[in-house]
């Protein structure tokens, strides 16, 4: 029996097609092992959005070949974004790897796998970039109560600094009933309490397939589902209607949190980065959400140094995270990608200044949410359990507001037996960094 292990790398949408990847290996009798020392066969599902990502993913590689040497190791496969979008320099420059495939081969993986072990001729096979094999078979590598569920591929917004859409290709919605389908199953297979939607764009949902927008219509089909919750990432800000924002507010299964990614303030740098909407759109929108949901938790993510960036225009995007204190943000400095418009930009910014300014502007937000988190002390709140820290001797687990691996956690101390997935009352005693810790009511 030939065991295969698996290392994805990057978004959570690149790890759905790593559990597709792992549904069609399991169907032909493949077993997975979390050794890469007693793997036969490794595969490195890779990331390529920035320069830090495309590093990370050559690391991996190299580190994985190794185990060609010193291991069980007798075929190496790379797949996903990096081989997609570099696959002819890396045939050249990794002769250690056996098989390279795109984003959309995953169907076929096991045959190449076999042609390769039975003929040992390397394997290359890049997909066209509108290809879509969109599959709702899993196996999910997520804990099981939570899973995300990939709603569309590609991305038809063009943003000067992004490569995703020379990757990924066009935005494309998939069938409704499809996505439901596939929710149900994991629900039903593993016990799924919280379903994380994710595409480039979520809330673009449907346009293209059906002529119009549909994420508050998949929503209502999704709170039909034995769910608990279902949380909503990557939501463009001039798509985030008024029926959308009534959704969330009214629903017992949507919880009160929105991933918007805004990537910057000033006007000057969003016409640059071709964004859609300027500072005052999304200064409206603010408002608007936390006037009519008053316990919104607002994600966000922000691009530091962009082409042309001046003083002035940090000093915007400075004050407007002051001024709206977010619960959540990211800020990253921006990256170089070759391909992309902005790439050949004049006045790109210092890496040194870019660096200062991003410190800056993380100095701020863990000011700002040490203070939201002093103001949770004494407070009971739901938490869902998810693991034990051994180290702490607590249990942990996540609020609504925090999404799953990116946000903060609940330490908690119980009597009592408690069941991954449960959702507990938890007081909130004491803060821990950025953390939470608190005592089973």
Excluded at 112 to 139: C, G, P, Q
Excluded at 326 to 337: L, Q, T, V
Excluded at 405 to 420: A, H, K, L, N, Q
Aim: hydrophobic residues 35%; charged residues 30%; contains cysteine.
């Amino acid at each position: 029996m030939k065991k295969i292990g698996v290392i994805s790398l990057g978004c959570d949408k690149n790890r759905i097609d790593t559990e597709n990847m792992l549904a069609f290996l399991e169907e032909e009798g493949y077993v997975f092992t979390g050794d890469p020392k007693d793997s036969d066969i490794i595969i490195v599902n890779t990331c390529a959005f920035i320069d830090s990502a495309k590093q990370e993913s050559i690391d991996t590689i190299l580190e994985m070949s190794d185990f060609k040497q010193n291991g069980k190791c007798k075929c190496l496969v790379v797949s996903g974004c990096l081989s997609q979008r570099y696959m002819d320099s890396l045939v050249e420059e990794l002769p250690e790897v056996d098989i390279f495939v795109g984003t959309a081969n995953y169907r076929e993986l096991p045959e190449l796998i076999k042609d390769f072990m039975n003929n040992h001729s390397k394997i290359a096979i890049k997909n066209e970039i509108n290809k879509r094999d969109f599959t709702k078979k899993r196996v999910l590598t997520t804990p099981y109560h939570y899973a995300y569920l990939k709603i569309a591929e590609g991305c038809n917004n063009n943003c000067t600094y992004c490569a995703i859409p020379k990757i990924r290709g066009k935005f494309t919605s998939r069938p409704m009933e499809e996505i439901t389908s596939e929710a149900k199953d994991i629900i039903e297979k593993y016990g799924v309490k919280e379903l994380n939607l994710v595409a480039q764009d979520i809330t673009r949902y449907g346009k293209d397939l059906y002529g119009e927008l549909k994420l508050v219509e998949l929503i209502g089909e999704l709170e039909k589902l034995d769910c608990s919750w279902i949380r909503l990432l990557y939501c463009y800000p001039e798509l985030v209607t008024d029926e959308l924002i009534s959704k969330i507010k009214n629903s017992q299964k949507v919880v009160k949190y929105i991933d918007i990614p805004m990537q910057h303030a000033s006007d000057n740098i969003l016409k640059r980065m071709n964004r859609h909407v300027r500072q005052q759109f999304l200064q409206d929108l603010i408002d608007k959400l936390r006037a009519q949901i008053p316990d919104i938790v607002i994600r966000t993510t922000f691009i530091v140094g962009f082409p042309g960036e001046t003083e002035q225009d940090f000093e915007i995007l400075y004050n407007f995270v002051q001024k709206n204190a977010f619960d959540k943000c990211g800020f990253f400095a921006y990256s170089r990608e070759d391909g992309t418009p902005a790439y050949d930009f004049e006045n790109q910014v210092d890496e040194d200044i870019k660096q200062q300014r991003v410190s800056m502007l993380y100095e701020l937000q863990e000011e700002i949410m040490a203070e939201k988190s002093n103001a949770m002390i004494g407070k009971i709140v739901d938490v869902m359990y998810e693991q034990v820290d051994f180290d702490s001797q607590c249990f942990v687990g996540r609020m609504a507001e925090d999404a799953p691996e990116i946000d903060r956690v609940v330490y908690f101390t119980s009597t009592e037996p408690v069941d991954i997935g449960g959702m507990y009352k938890i007081k909130i005693t004491e803060k821990i960094g950025l953390d939470l810790k608190g005592e089973l009511v």
